[in-house]
């Protein structure tokens, strides 16, 4: 594992994401891989200027939890929502959307995934840079 | 809401905790009052220096995650564990346990609390001053 940190940081940055899910460079340090009951996992994810993930859905929701930096949520077909340090994103299961960076700033968000039988996450397209410096 | 932040913090303080499950004076932010399945709630709790809560269990177990500070978690029978920005506590359903912040610094974590029929938390005694000073 990385163990690179920045001054402010709470968390190690982790391993990096897979490039299949990100444009640019994202960092995944996996914090609870599931509670006890198995209805969860949770993770810290530290997105580079610039990157953002996947276009993407959760079968049962996720909670983004913004420690550090700013960047951008969005729900297709809806305004983009720029998100910064102290805000809380309640992504409701089968939404589709994605969340990254801001093209010269970090995002740092601890992201409480929903786990279900049919998996956490289903992955769609990239968020093309048409896209992504519309919401700038 | 009182909205009192350090400098460095990520969230509002929210408002003071009960008396009667903490001994001095801690805040709490509920960040989600229930994720979209009723599993758990998401909180932001933040202990003055020599506050801790009252010895307690979940029915279904609580992860903290330590923002800022340095405090204790204690398991009942166990040595004190010193907990400081960046560490995970998972905490295990029926355990008896506390946390709260050091003698001399505050203490900020995170808290996912799992939600059973039978709520979320049992408050026990408090912690007398001797159990509290035993573990500095």
């Given at each position: 594992?990385?163990?690179?940190?920045?001054?402010n940081s709470i968390f190690p940055k982790g391993e990096k994401t897979s490039p299949a899910y990100f444009t640019g460079t994202a960092?995944?340090?996996?914090?609870?891989?599931?509670?006890?009951?198995?209805?969860?996992?949770?993770?810290?994810?530290?997105?580079?200027?610039?990157?953002?993930?996947?276009?993407?859905?959760?079968?049962?929701?996720?909670?983004?939890?913004?420690?550090?930096?700013?960047?951008?949520?969005?729900?297709?077909?809806?305004?983009?929502?720029?998100?910064?340090?102290?805000?809380?994103?309640?992504?409701?299961?089968?939404?589709?959307?994605?969340?990254?960076?801001?093209?010269?700033?970090?995002?740092?968000?601890?992201?409480?995934?929903?786990?279900?039988?049919?998996?956490?996450?289903?992955?769609?397209?990239?968020?093309?840079?048409?896209?992504?410096?519309?919401?700038?």
């Amino acid at each position: 594992m990385h163990t690179e940190t920045n001054e402010n940081s709470i968390f190690p940055k982790g391993e990096k994401t897979s490039p299949a899910y990100f444009t640019g460079t994202a960092w995944l340090n996996v914090l609870v891989p599931q509670d006890e009951r198995g209805n969860y996992t949770i993770g810290n994810v530290f997105f580079e200027p610039g990157c953002r993930n996947n276009w993407h859905t959760h079968p049962a929701g996720q909670i983004l939890i913004i420690t550090d930096g700013k960047g951008f949520y969005q729900e297709k077909g809806k305004e983009a929502r720029p998100i910064a340090k102290g805000d809380v994103v309640v992504i409701p299961s089968g939404v589709e959307h994605w969340h990254g960076a801001t093209k010269n700033t970090s995002l740092t968000h601890i992201a409480i995934t929903n786990i279900t039988e049919k998996g956490a996450v289903d992955w769609l397209k990239p968020v093309t840079d048409e896209e992504y410096n519309s919401v700038h």
